[in-house]
């Protein structure tokens, strides 16, 4: 089991430019998460999925967009890049989303918008 | 306001010392709290659950309701657990949703 999988693990992109984070798993888990870290602010929740064709908004989505077509894909899509998306960009899968449940995750992307 | 709160950027302890890693919340449910740690060079790993009462490499948590605390400890620090420790807090039952503190740094010197 590779588990969650990121790509790329490094990216520079210049103000306005747009690309997608590709983010997959091989543990057959409905929910799937994208969060954003920037230094010194911890984890913050961009959007979420609760299973195949079903998003909804986190704590800070704004300028970001989300899919889920299938199981395994969950890719993030910055259409105008801006300098504020310079971050660490780590994906997670969970197994039932409940309470307890614990979630895995990527090795992260690190996004660098000039 | 749901928020979880870790007041240390930075522990540095030397190895064999207790260790304790503050994490407060805010939260007007039922709480159910995690601490997640990354290694160099590691992905984010959950280390351990409130829910499940567990002692993990021998870290523990306990969750003081009145204090608004979930404080991890270890009564002998080693310096494989130098790493970055995350405080999260999950604010819905049928999504997973997390919210994470900004993070300790612990360090375990020789």
């Known amino acids: 089991n590779a588990g969650v999988t990121q790509t790329p693990k490094f990216r520079i992109l210049k103000i306005g430019q747009s690309m997608t984070l590709q983010c997959a798993q091989d543990?057959?888990?409905?929910?799937m998460y994208w969060y954003r870290q920037d230094p010194g602010m911890g984890l913050k929740l961009i959007y979420y999925s609760v299973g195949a064709g079903i998003t909804d908004k986190g704590e800070v989505p704004n300028g970001y967009n989300v899919s889920r077509s299938t199981t395994e894909d969950f890719p993030l899509r910055l259409e105008l890049a801006a300098p504020s998306q310079t971050s660490v960009y780590f994906c997670a899968s969970s197994n039932t989303g409940g309470a307890g449940d614990t979630q895995y995750f990527g090795p992260g992307t690190r996004l660098t918008v000039l | 306001a749901q928020r979880v709160t870790q007041p240390e950027k930075l522990l540095s302890v030397f190895k064999g010392a207790p260790v304790e890693l503050k994490c407060n919340y805010s939260y007007s449910g039922s709480p159910e709290l995690f601490w997640y740690v990354q290694y160099s060079r590691q992905r984010l790993q959950l280390l351990l659950r409130?829910?499940s009462r567990e002692s993990i490499k021998g870290f523990t948590a306990d969750l003081n309701k009145g204090e608004t605390s979930f404080h991890l400890k270890k009564p002998f620090a080693q310096e494989e657990d130098s790493a970055m420790y995350y405080c999260a807090l999950s604010v819905s039952s049928n999504t997973g949703k997390l919210i994470f503190g900004q993070g300790t740094t612990l360090q375990v010197k020789p």
């Open positions: 409130h829910i």
């Open positions: 543990m057959n888990h409905n929910y």
